[in-house]
């Protein structure tokens, strides 16, 4: 009995100590690890302050998985525009005035070989009547009435022909008058849906003469050439400033009648220099345009894009002559994620590794 008791309590205090090795051991490993981890540099945050500047941190890796691309900015040569409101005219009264003028002088051609014959009539009949009477006074007074009815119709037709091209040069102007008046190429055009007539509002303080030639932005983004007709005689009620005509040639391209659209017009003869940044690389934020600029291999810097909108022959972008340099690796691929990364809550973890299956 004494056996059995000496052999249980052998066996008590074995137990015990194997239990307490294994807690000692446990709390050891777990400190370890604990100061491990603690001496573990933590990750750079994703979005910086550096210089003033917001910069966003993405490493290589996660640049090749999103496809973030970017490509250097290239230095141009230009001549220094404005844009200006350009409004494609309905040439419809146009066409109705050229049809109403060419009935008008056929009229008039009409009426003054009618009052010639009426006129020659009457001097004949007149010389008649002075010739000892060889016609009656009634035959006389005839011919007299016959050929002032035909001169009066023939200045109702001048008139009506005055009218109409007074009108149309008060709604297009004399270049476009004179074009229809004498059914020249350009008026063939016209008619022929090949060219289409602008009206170009420039600024009223546009203290130059306006230039023989501009560019329209036409509905594809491409820049269509128009040259100058004449000032126009009717203004755009919608926008201020100076109206002037332009045509455009139309051969493959879309410019419907009362479009709305933008002309570049150029201040200067003297080229300068700017950087010309694609469309696809500029992102909207607070009303603003603005483009990322690769600063170093894992970080991007957003910058403003202080620029007019430029449809140039290299596709829509913008040109800007300050806050870029040539040669900046500019984002032209993945610029919306970097704007979606920086604007993103910084230090907020989650438990849910897929955000839209953390709905339930």
Same mark, same amino acid.
């Given at each position: 009995m004494n056996i059995r008791l000496i052999f249980l309590c052998a066996v008590s205090l074995a137990l015990v100590a194997g239990a307490g090795w294994y807690i000692v051991n446990q709390a050891f490993d777990d400190s370890g690890a604990t100061a491990a981890t603690a001496a573990q540099p933590s990750p750079p945050p994703a979005v910086q302050m550096v210089n003033g500047e917001t910069v966003v941190v993405v490493s290589r890796a996660a640049q090749r998985a999103s496809h973030i691309e970017v490509a250097p900015l290239a230095a141009v040569t230009r001549e220094p525009e404005?844009?200006?409101?350009?409004?494609?005219l309905d040439l419809r009264p146009l066409f109705d005035l050229h049809n109403r003028l060419a009935s008008a002088r056929a009229d008039v051609g009409t009426f003054t070989a009618q009052?010639?014959?009426?006129?020659?009539?009457y001097a004949r009949s007149r010389a008649l009547f002075a010739?000892?009477?060889?016609?009656?006074?009634?035959?006389?007074?005839d011919a007299q009435a016959a050929m002032q009815a035909d001169q009066a119709k023939l200045q109702a037709a001048q +008139?009506?022909?005055? !009218?109409?091209? &007074?009108?149309?040069?008060?709604?297009?102007?004399?270049a476009l008058a004179n074009a229809a008046a004498a059914g020249s190429a350009l008026f063939q055009r016209l008619?022929?849906?090949?060219?289409v007539v602008l009206r170009v509002t420039l600024p009223a303080d546009f203290n130059m003469t306006p230039p023989a030639r501009i560019a329209i932005a036409g509905p594809d983004g491409r820049a269509v050439p128009a040259q100058k007709l004449s000032a126009s005689p009717l203004a755009d009620?919608?926008?201020?400033?100076?109206?002037?005509?332009?045509?455009a040639s139309v051969a493959g391209e879309t410019l419907p009648a009362n479009l709305r659209t933008s002309a570049r017009v150029p201040t200067s003869s003297e080229a300068v220099s700017a950087l010309r940044i694609p469309e696809r690389a500029v992102v909207w934020y607070g009303?603003?345009?603005?483009?990322?600029?690769?600063?170093?291999?894992?970080?991007?810097?957003?910058?403003?894009?202080? +620029?007019?909108?430029? !449809?140039?022959? &290299?596709?829509?972008?913008?040109?800007v002559t300050s806050g870029f340099h040539a040669g900046d690796p500019i984002?032209?691929?993945?610029?919306?994620?970097?704007?979606?990364?920086?604007?993103?809550?910084?230090?907020?973890?989650?438990?849910?590794?897929?955000p839209p299956e953390c709905d339930d």
């Amino acid at each position: 009995m004494n056996i059995r008791l000496i052999f249980l309590c052998a066996v008590s205090l074995a137990l015990v100590a194997g239990a307490g090795w294994y807690i000692v051991n446990q709390a050891f490993d777990d400190s370890g690890a604990t100061a491990a981890t603690a001496a573990q540099p933590s990750p750079p945050p994703a979005v910086q302050m550096v210089n003033g500047e917001t910069v966003v941190v993405v490493s290589r890796a996660a640049q090749r998985a999103s496809h973030i691309e970017v490509a250097p900015l290239a230095a141009v040569t230009r001549e220094p525009e404005m844009s200006a409101d350009a409004t494609v005219l309905d040439l419809r009264p146009l066409f109705d005035l050229h049809n109403r003028l060419a009935s008008a002088r056929a009229d008039v051609g009409t009426f003054t070989a009618q009052a010639a014959s009426s006129r020659a009539q009457y001097a004949r009949s007149r010389a008649l009547f002075a010739d000892d009477r060889n016609i009656s006074q009634k035959s006389l007074q005839d011919a007299q009435a016959a050929m002032q009815a035909d001169q009066a119709k023939l200045q109702a037709a001048q +008139a009506t022909l005055g !009218g109409l091209d &007074g009108a149309m040069r008060q709604q297009f102007g004399d270049a476009l008058a004179n074009a229809a008046a004498a059914g020249s190429a350009l008026f063939q055009r016209l008619q022929s849906g090949r060219a289409v007539v602008l009206r170009v509002t420039l600024p009223a303080d546009f203290n130059m003469t306006p230039p023989a030639r501009i560019a329209i932005a036409g509905p594809d983004g491409r820049a269509v050439p128009a040259q100058k007709l004449s000032a126009s005689p009717l203004a755009d009620p919608a926008v201020q400033g100076s109206p002037w005509l332009y045509v455009a040639s139309v051969a493959g391209e879309t410019l419907p009648a009362n479009l709305r659209t933008s002309a570049r017009v150029p201040t200067s003869s003297e080229a300068v220099s700017a950087l010309r940044i694609p469309e696809r690389a500029v992102v909207w934020y607070g009303g603003q345009t603005w483009a990322y600029v690769r600063t170093a291999p894992e970080r991007f810097t957003r910058r403003y894009v202080a +620029a007019s909108e430029d !449809g140039g022959e &290299g596709g829509r972008g913008f040109m800007v002559t300050s806050g870029f340099h040539a040669g900046d690796p500019i984002v032209i691929q993945g610029a919306q994620l970097l704007l979606s990364e920086e604007l993103k809550p910084q230090g907020i973890a989650t438990a849910c590794k897929d955000p839209p299956e953390c709905d339930d």
